[in-house]
């Protein structure tokens, strides 16, 4: 372990523009401190689940949307990938079906992850919007530390002196 108390890091992937910053800061702290990087993305089964029992979906439409977000995933994470091979660091990324708040907090367990690093968490703008937010709700519940990752124009250019 380096000088930092940060041995085994992950970061959430959601596919916006804030997880992949908070992917790019994670590469850069992971290399810097010499620790193991995992990249999660899951894929919300759960949600789209509430949508076929709320008649928003037939079954048919959740199937097509289900194949969708998988490619997305997938897109993702060999994004990340790519990242994190321009700065010669091994990455462990890995997709997930279900609640992302729940598989991520298993693989912290399962993983012995002691950084959690997450995209910028989302304006609430309402009571339901703070109960339904994954990342807000990672941030509450997460049994290790927790790193967000605002918005930085400067990030890019950081990430490419590297």
Request: charged share 25%; glycine share 4%.
């Amino acid at each position: 372990m380096s000088g930092l108390p940060y041995s085994n890091i992950l970061v959430y992937l959601d596919g916006s523009e804030g997880s992949m910053n908070a992917a790019m800061y994670a590469i850069l702290l992971a290399k810097a401190s010499k620790a193991s990087l995992h990249a999660v993305y899951v894929v919300n089964t759960k949600a789209l689940g509430d949508l076929v029992r709320s008649h928003i979906f037939v079954d048919q439409e959740k199937a097509e949307y289900l194949e969708d977000l998988k490619k997305d995933a997938a897109r993702h994470i060999r994004h990340t990938e790519r990242l994190a091979a321009s700065k010669d660091l091994e990455i462990t990324a890995v997709s997930l079906d279900g609640s992302p708040h729940k598989e991520i907090l298993s693989y912290i367990k399962q993983h012995g992850i002691n950084l959690l690093v997450l995209g910028s968490v989302n304006t609430i703008r309402s009571r339901r919007d703070e109960l339904t937010s994954e990342n807000d709700r990672m941030l509450r519940t997460a049994p290790c530390p927790v790193l967000v990752v605002r918005e930085d124009d400067d990030l890019w250019a950081e990430f490419e002196e590297v």
